[in-house]
């Protein structure tokens, strides 16, 4: 059974970081797209990040560029997003999702998706 476990989240003032992780389970990270995403109360899921864990450069949102970044770590089978410079605006569910269900699909749109998260709560105060 897959499983995408986010963490990292929490509450942090205007200008701090966090470093959210996205652990998958009886899936392995490396040779797919996985991106993250993030809903706030009321407004429409965004795509925040993605890239291809076989080695591809990462792509931003215009919203984060510049402040968030993606990494990976093979030997933990995880996927990091590095968020810095934090804004009131960067609040709401993060989410992460993994493996394209087919080669021809947007790797912006969560449905695209074979796997998602849970989700983790990140709320920044101004």
């Known amino acids: 059974q897959v499983q995408l476990v986010e963490s990292g989240g929490g509450s942090v003032q205007a200008g701090g970081s966090l470093r959210l992780s996205c652990a998958a389970s009886g899936y392995t990270f490396g040779s797919d797209y996985m991106a993250w995403f993030r809903q706030a109360p009321g407004k429409e899921r965004e795509e925040v990040a993605h890239f291809y864990t076989g080695g591809d450069m990462p792509l931003y949102a215009d919203s984060v560029k510049g402040r968030f970044t993606l990494s990976q770590d093979n030997a933990k089978n995880t996927v990091y997003l590095q968020m810095n410079s934090l804004k009131p605006e960067d609040t709401g569910m993060y989410y992460c999702?993994?493996?394209?269900?087919?080669?021809?699909?947007?790797?912006?749109?969560?449905?695209?998706?074979?796997?998602r998260g849970q989700g983790t709560q990140v709320t920044v105060s101004s």
């Open positions: 999702a993994a493996d394209l269900l087919r080669s021809d699909y947007d790797p912006r749109v969560l449905a695209s998706y074979l796997y």
